[in-house]
């Protein structure tokens, strides 16, 4: 992967909490900035294809989303055994 050097400017408190969550990760502070960045973008490109699709086919049924909250409540017992 192509990287690409950039400066930004973040408030002090936001820089201090960023570079402590970086290193309870592990990471240089670069390398987990870019993790949460590229995690934003995930999420933000997402959010724009389910905005799409609910244009094209309209929003879930009530039965789609149930059977999606069932889904949920199961995958949450199971992680809590």
Do not use: N
Request: hydrophobic share 40%.
């Amino acid at each position: 992967m192509t990287t690409k050097k950039v400066t930004i400017t973040l408030p002090e408190e936001t820089h201090a909490k960023a570079i402590a969550l970086a290193k309870k990760a592990g990471l240089p502070f670069s390398t987990w900035l870019a993790q949460t960045a590229e995690h934003e973008v995930r999420v933000q490109e997402g959010l724009e294809a389910m905005r799409e699709w609910d244009e094209e086919m309209g929003p879930p049924s009530a039965e789609a989303e149930a059977w999606v909250d069932r889904q949920f409540a199961e995958l949450e017992g199971q992680s809590s055994s």
